[in-house]
């Protein structure tokens, strides 16, 4: 099976269209969560909640950030409620101004915060967000970093302290055991299997952090599918040829 995206085009009173782009597997069923109980039920908690709340998560790149921003988007969704996904990584795609208006939706989602620290209109724009927010009591708030709020060096010190008041977690890296285990779990929900050598052998000869190798697994599912084969050690050596 291959992993597809949901695109939805979310209209914003200033009439800009931000595309919203959700992967189909990236779901809270397909989020291994190692020592993070903690995180995922604080999330669940808060996406039950019928009123406004706030949640800031970081970890290292590639650590889940935004396979967890985009479960919590789908959960919402599959409500038929209004979700918005802002990644600032790819923020010179639109502008600040596409924040506007988002204070009217049941879940806002801002990824990868430390993309625009010492950018003074997108530090503003969140800082504006952040208080319609508060003020509506109506929209839950989820943003993920790279650092707690406080280490994130904003320029704008209103903003560094709004994001520093509510729930902070660290998102906790997986073990190389966890990580197999992440890995199988994917290949499962996909419909097909990982053995558990071609599992460890991944992790021995790739970078370790999970958007590699889930990008890496995603690869060999199509391979397998067109050459009509099972995941093998051999087999995987001659794909990437390693």
């Known amino acids: 099976m291959f992993a597809r ?79 918005g996904y802002v990644p600032l990584d790819k923020r010179t795609w639109f502008v600040p101004e596409v924040l506007e208006g988002m204070e009217q939706l049941a879940l806002v989602t801002i990824d990868n915060i430390e993309c625009i620290v010492g950018d003074p209109p997108w530090e503003m724009a969140i800082f504006n967000l952040y208080n319609r927010i508060q003020e509506t009591g109506r929209t839950r708030l989820i943003i993920s970093g790279n650092c707690p709020p406080r280490q994130l060096n904003l320029s704008l010190p209103d903003l560094a302290s709004r994001l520093d008041w509510g729930q902070i977690y660290r998102l906790q890296p997986l073990s190389d055991e966890e990580k197999g285990a992440a890995l199988q779990l994917r290949a499962k929900l996909r419909g097909f299997e990982l053995p558990e050598d071609v599992s460890r052998f991944l992790l021995k000869r790739l970078e370790r952090d999970m958007c590699t190798l889930s990008a890496t697994l995603d690869q060999l599912d199509h391979a397998s599918i067109r050459a009509q084969r099972k995941l093998t050690i051999p087999f995987v050596k001659a794909i990437l040829n390693l």
């Not at 903690?38 to 908690?45: G, P, S, V």
């Open 5 to 83: 995206t949901q695109e939805v085009h979310l209209n914003t009173p200033a009439q800009l269209s931000l595309p919203l782009y959700l992967p189909d597997d990236e779901t809270f069923a397909s989020f291994y969560p190692g020592e993070n109980g903690a995180l995922l039920a604080a999330l669940q908690e808060m996406l039950s909640r019928q009123h406004g709340s706030y949640l800031y998560f970081w970890s290292r790149k590639g650590g889940g950030r935004s396979h967890l921003l985009h479960a919590a988007c789908a959960a919402l969704s599959a409500r038929t409620q209004a979700v």
